[in-house]
């Protein structure tokens, strides 16, 4: 049916394109003699082709949008099939030799273990900034007891996420789309393929379902540091009221089962796109070595747009969710 | 340690009226490939020195499209069943790789004994006794554990040939395997394929060299002779 459509579509606007171009030459009046339509006369012939030039820029003008539309929707398509793919994979056993499982566990390890230290100092930075921040303005407002509540809803619930989101995209989005382009390009992949490793099962479903795995668990540890790092500045500082018992219960009391619903989507599911978009876009290199590079940045810079897209989104529609069971 | 699975089919590898498109421009142009090969048969295909690869070994793993005609491994044609069962049948299917044969993020051990790993279920220590075995038949103390670009070249080709022959294949293909390889070492790598084709294995051996397609093999091989963009049968020795 999309071949079809595609079919038509390019069908008419050929003929459309056609007929726009003949009026236009008539209307510089550069055309051949012999192509004047018999029966109509020159001015006549310049006027219609003013006209049509006139009424078809703005359809011109509506086909370079739309292509642009048809193109980000049918790769948007693309990627939400390849997510799908790798999920249908993921649950069969059968897709988890011990290669594919070796695949996954390095994965891991770069991805995860090898990025920790530099979440943790990421983290402590943002425990430091906002909490103490949230401290010390909660404090002069004698709020303090909102603090849990105000560290959830920033931390757990937006800025984890995001950052872990951020960090696997700088450490890892780049390096795979680069691994994958250059395996394709030194057909690396075909000699996979030519042994019966399936290439999606190999080399595609356990990087994404990695990144997606690591993305949550960096989240936690931005988490986790981010609390402690911030109680214990806040603490040095003299802004926090209590003690360490106060600020835990003050956020485990704050702690409720919605925030799961923002925590485990905002990092599972954008961390399956970042893997499958360095997937594909290594994956989709034809040859010459200057893409390599491209597809580094296509990787990263197509990853932060999605990442970004999908965190609002969801956040849009759990948000509403919320707001229409009660009172937010 | 090596078994050969026999094929229940009389011919492990069928070219049926087999016709490359002439848009795929990787490979030599054939337009005509008709020919079988049952098991623990040779089959040596002479193909033109420097031109573009050959087809055949890509075409006998289903792994490119035909204009026209039938390939079948086992009496399966490539394009029957899924992607998943093509995947398991290439499994079958020992190879020695024209160029760039190597994933290069493992080390050549961990390419060597990759497909039976993926394939089988086969505990990882015999895979390596058996691949130390082969490697030692073909003169290598072992197979190399370094990453493929810190290893030579020659020492790599013949990895590539135990990896072809490991686990018993129903079916090793062959692609100028002496490429790069000093002619000393032939005797070895005709021994094993002489094991091989005892224990029911099918061999292709694709090669451009005179000396090798002049040269006697026991048994002897079927033999095919690319000419006019035909694959066409040679009777003897001598061609």
Partial sequence: LKQAGKGFFNRQLAGLVRLAG????????????????????????TLLGRMALVLLLPYQALILLGGGVVRWWERATYLLGVVAAVLTLAVMPSSWPRTVRNVFARQMLFTGVDSMFFTMRISIAVGVMVIVQAQLLLSTIAQSDLLGTVLMRVIVRELAPLLANFVVIVRSATAMGTEMANMRREGEVDVLDAQGLDPMIYLVMPRMLATALTVFCLAVVIVAVSFFSGFLMSS???????GAERFVNNVVNSAQFRDLYFFFPKTLVTGLFIGAISCVEGLSVRGAATEIPQVAGRSAVASLTVVSAVTASLSLIIYGTILSIEVF | LLVVKKSDQPYVLEFEGVALSHTIQRYALVREMDFRVAPGELLLIRCERGGRPSPVAPLAQGLVDVLRGVVRFEGVAWNQGGSRSAAARRG?????FDRLPWVSNLNVQENVALSQRHHTARPDRQI??????????????RVPRGRPAFVPGDVLQRAQWVRAFLGGPALVLLERPMREVSLEHLPQLLEVVKTHRRRGAAVVWITDDPTIWQREFDPLPKRLIVKDARLTAVEGAAA
């Fill in chain 2, 128 to 141: 390596v006794e058996e691949a130390d075995a082969l490697a030692r038949k073909v003169g290598l103390p």
């Fill in chain 1, 236 to 242: 040095l500082l003299g802004a926090a009221s209590g």
């Fill in chain 1, 22 to 45: 003949i009026f236009m030459v008539r209307a510089r009046g550069t055309g051949p003699k012999k192509r004047t339509a018999a029966g109509v006369n020159a001015p006549m012939q």
């Fill in chain 2, 92 to 96: 079958r299917i020992g190879r020695v």
